[in-house]
Every structure is written in structure tokens, then in C-alpha cells.
């Protein structure tokens, strides 16, 4: 059994990973910040495809809370280790930049950028002792070309960018991937305060995207075919960063 953890599995993007995941055989500890109900709907859903998995709560944006969650789960699980992990947790609060808040600024990094560090640096160290891991940050269209009323979210995944290309030179020689995979508009409680209509005339594919066809390309690049890809930003934005 191989043990996948992905942040943010209780919604959206992250229960579609979750569940993919789980198809593709892999025991999946659901990760989500308060929303329990949510949480235990995406492993049900795994249980009902006869995947498994176990919710494992903690807010990356809590370095304490990360590493006693980490620690507890792996005292419990002394002979197993992590060996996917799915960095995806994240939060947007758009504002421009005269406006915007201290609040919107620290916790939009906290959740979005520091999560990557801290939960990363937890799980690392297994994946290169065992000489095999899978690392998948998912990041933004905003993190590659900036959006106004962003600046907070642009620059924390941005900064998972960087992140992810030096980790990838770090780990390489012990078989451990990193890569990145950046949506553009995916229809989930994220989006929903967009004007789709609008906004999808801007979108070559003329529609948002759906969770599912971010998380193909998440168990694409967990897969042994993808062995040899790491470092890499992969687009899934219909066309919409050219
Ligand atoms: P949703 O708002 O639908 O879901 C967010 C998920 O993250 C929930 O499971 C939530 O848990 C969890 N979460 C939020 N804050 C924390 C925290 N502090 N600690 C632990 N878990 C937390 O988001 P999406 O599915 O849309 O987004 C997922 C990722 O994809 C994010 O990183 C986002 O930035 C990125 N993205 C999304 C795009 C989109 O168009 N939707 C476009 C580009 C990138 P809980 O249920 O407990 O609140």
C-alpha cells in the first residue's frame, strides 16, 4: 500500500486529487483545515470505489500544528511513509494593493506559500530515505503571470514556483519528483463569487475548468510514466496562458 497526502482534500480540487488518487490505488490521507462534514463526504466517495484513506486534519498555515500532526500520524504508522504528497490547500483574498489589509497579505502567504515549506519539510526526508517520492504543488495561472487584485496570491504562488524548481535539483538524484501544476479558472467554491459568463470569453477553451481534469494531471505526474518530469510547471487553463 502507498500512502498519498493531499492538502485541502476536503473541497474542490483537493477531493478530486483525493479521489483519483484512491482510484489509482493509494491510500489517501485527506487533509482540510475545519470542514469535517466536507471531509468525510470525499472518504466515503473513496470508500464507495472500494479506495481507503483516513482524515487527518491540521492548518498549514500552523507550523506547530503541521509538524504534531505529521509526527502523530507517523508514531502511529511506524513502518509506513508518505510517499506522494500533494501540496494544494490554499485561500485567495483578492484586493488591490493601496487597499489591501496586513490580514490579507500574511494569511494568503501563510496558507498558500509557507503550508509549502513547512509541510514539505516534514515529509522529505522519508521520500529521500526510501529513495522514491512524488511532490505536486499546485499553483495558479496567477503565480505565472500576475493578476491584478492579486498581488498577495500572485506573489505566494510565485513563490511556490521557485520553490518548486530548486527542490526539484535538490531531490532528483534519490528519485524524488517535484513539480507544479498551475490551473486557471476551475469551477469549485473558489470561483464561485466569478462571473463565469464573463469571464469564460477570455478562456480559449470558452468554459471554466473542472476539479477532476486538474487532479488527471496531478495522477499523471505521480505516476512511474512520469519519472523523468520534474521541476516542470504544467498549465491546465484551456488555453487561457499563452
Ligand atoms: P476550495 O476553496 O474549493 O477548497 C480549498 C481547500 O483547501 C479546502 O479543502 C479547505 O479546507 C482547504 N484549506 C484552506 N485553508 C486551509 C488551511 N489553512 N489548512 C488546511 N486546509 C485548508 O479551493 P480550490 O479547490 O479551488 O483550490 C485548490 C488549490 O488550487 C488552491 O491552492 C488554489 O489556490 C489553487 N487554484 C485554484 C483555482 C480555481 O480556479 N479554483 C485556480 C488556480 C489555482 P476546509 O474545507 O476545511 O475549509
Not at 493531499?6 to 490505488?25: D, F, H, N, P, Y
Not at 487597499?99 to 490579507?104: K, N, Q, V
Request: aromatic content about 8%.
Amino acid at each position: 500500500m502507498k500512502y498519498a497526502l493531499v492538502t485541502g482534500g476536503s473541497r474542490g480540487i483537493g477531493k478530486a486529487v483525493c479521489l483519483e488518487l484512491a482510484k489509482q490505488g493509494f491510500y489517501v490521507l485527506i487533509n482540510y483545515k475545519s470542514n469535517t462534514a466536507e471531509a468525510e463526504n470525499t472518504l466515503s466517495l473513496i470508500k464507495a470505489e472500494n479506495g481507503n484513506g483516513e482524515l487527518l486534519p491540521f492548518d498549514v498555515s500552523k507550523s506547530e500544528d503541521i509538524k504534531a500532526a505529521i509526527a502523530k500520524w507517523k508514531t502511529n504508522n511506524a513502518d509506513k511513509y508518505i510517499s506522494v504528497l500533494v501540496n494544494n490547500a490554499g485561500i485567495r483574498k483578492d484586493n488591490l494593493l493601496p487597499m489591501m489589509a496586513d490580514d490579507e497579505w500574511t494569511s494568503v502567504i501563510d496558507t498558500n506559500l509557507h503550508s509549502f515549506f513547512h509541510v514539505t519539510r516534514q515529509l522529505a526526508t522519508d521520500m529521500l530515505i526510501n529513495k522514491y517520492g512524488r511532490i505536486v504543488n499546485i499553483v495558479s495561472l496567477s503565480g505565472l503571470k500576475g493578476l491584478p487584485g492579486q498581488t498577495n496570491y500572485s506573489a505566494a504562488k510565485a513563490g511556490v514556483i521557485g520553490a518548486t524548481k530548486a527542490l526539484a535539483q535538490e531531490l532528483a538524484k534519490k528519485k524524488v519528483t517535484v513539480n507544479a501544476v498551475a490551473p486557471g479558472f476551475i469551477k469549485t467554491d473558489m470561483t464561485e463569487d466569478l462571473d463565469e459568463k464573463e469571464l469564460k470569453r477570455m478562456i480559449p477553451a470558452n468554459r471554466f475548468g473542472k476539479p477532476e481534469e486538474v487532479a488527471a494531471t496531478v495522477a499523471f505526474l505521480v505516476s512511474d510514466g512520469a519519472a523523468y518530469i520534474t521541476g516542470e510547471v504544467i498549465s491546465v487553463n484551456g488555453g487561457l496562458y499563452t
